[in-house]
């Protein structure tokens, strides 16, 4: 079975069978500020819903963003924590390929997910769905100029915003990537921006 876990923007949590791309469990919220509450509860719960051990799990994919830093890293800590205690592979995807993957229509189309700061990320798909630019950053009001600056066609594509990333969409894509043999994504959270959260410098030397 595959673990899928994202928090690029809300919180999912799914169990995959690996040889249909199935959902077998999936929890999810669209809250974006209660990740770390929430990632361990919804981890024992598909395991429960799924009536699965983690000794079952043969392998953890987990969403590399794009996304804030706060929410980002805690699914990938938590997808890779179990992955090292296991001794199972972790498997990286980019968080919109699963939102892309997710829709109904047809490309091409532009997916967007909040970033914060007044601030958006932005994956542009063609006609079969393959990503073709992005993901990006850039603020509403110069989202155009950045799209055509990397693929001049999407400017004008529908825009998809999604608040939250399907899991078992991800455990999907996981699937298809371990059957087919095609290649994972690099393993580096998509921040896209410095942390939020700075560390503190030296302290200043006092002169008497």
């Known amino acids: ?68 830093f706060t929410g980002l890293r805690v699914g990938i800590a938590a997808a890779r924590t179990f992955a090292a205690a296991r001794g199972i592979p972790f498997l990286p995807l980019v968080s919109h390929d699963a939102i892309a993957a997710d829709q109904d229509r047809s490309g091409p189309f532009a997916v967007l997910t909040d970033a914060r700061r007044r601030e958006v990320y932005w994956s542009a798909y063609d006609q079969a769905g393959t990503r073709v630019a992005g993901p990006g950053l850039a603020k509403p009001a110069d989202l155009d100029e950045a799209i055509r600056a990397s693929w001049p066609d999407a400017v004008s594509w529908d825009r998809v915003t999604a608040l939250s990333v399907p899991a078992w969409r991800l455990g999907s894509l996981a699937a298809d990537r371990l059957t087919s043999g095609a290649p994972f994504a690099d393993d580096t959270p998509l921040y896209l921006r410095d942390p939020d959260v700075t560390m503190p410098g030296a302290p200043k030397r006092v002169v008497r």
């Open 1 to 68: 079975m595959l673990l899928a876990i994202d928090t690029s923007a809300g919180t999912s949590v799914a169990l995959v069978d690996p040889e249909s791309g199935a959902a077998l469990a999936e929890r999810s919220t669209d809250d974006s500020r209660r990740h770390a509450e929430v990632i361990g509860p919804f981890l024992a719960e598909v395991l429960d819903a799924a009536r699965i051990t983690p000794a079952d799990v043969s392998g953890v994919v987990a969403g590399m963003g794009p996304g804030p």
